[in-house]
């Protein structure tokens, strides 16, 4: 019986926890400010990488205004 309640209590623990069982960031604030804008700046440098990637900040060869291609 002890343990069916003991059993029904970690449940009930468990299942109401918003989020992960460990904290992601730490619970100092300073360390978590800095926590959250490493990631952010990690985040924000998945779109750089995404681009070298494909190669689509590589320069367009087309030019956009018409030339004469002959002597002038």
């Known amino acids: ?5 003991l059993a029904v209590l970690l449940a009930a623990a468990l299942t109401t926890s918003v989020g992960c ?3 992601a960031f730490s619970g100092d604030r300073v360390r ?6 490493f990631t952010s700046e990690n985040q924000r440098a998945i779109l750089n990488f995404w681009e070298r990637f494909w190669m689509l900040e590589m320069p367009d060869h087309m030019n956009p205004q018409r030339v004469h291609g002959g002597v002038i």
């Open 1 to 5: 019986m002890r343990r069916m309640i």
């Open 21 to 23: 069982l460990l904290p």
């Open 32 to 37: 978590r400010t800095q926590q959250l804008i």
